[in-house]
């Protein structure tokens, strides 16, 4: 199964250390080009843009 996420979903996963849901539920996730610019340039959410930049390396 192939799934594209946004960006609420992942901040709200990453804000209660769960991320590693998706992996469990669905394999492999797609974080659009659009999404993952979102993420890692608000501010406001730099400790998230961190542990994304983190899966990005993984991939």
Avoid: W, Y
Avoid at 45 to 54: G, K, L, T, V
Wanted: glycine content about 4%; hydrophobic content about 40%.
């Amino acid at each position: 199964m192939i799934v594209v996420s946004d960006t609420t979903p992942l901040i709200s996963l990453l804000k209660i250390r769960r991320l590693d849901l998706l992996e469990s539920l669905f394999g492999a996730v797609h974080i659009p080009q659009g999404v993952f610019d979102e993420l890692t340039a608000n501010p406001d959410f730099a400790e998230e843009a961190s542990e994304i930049q983190e899966c990005e390396s993984r991939r």
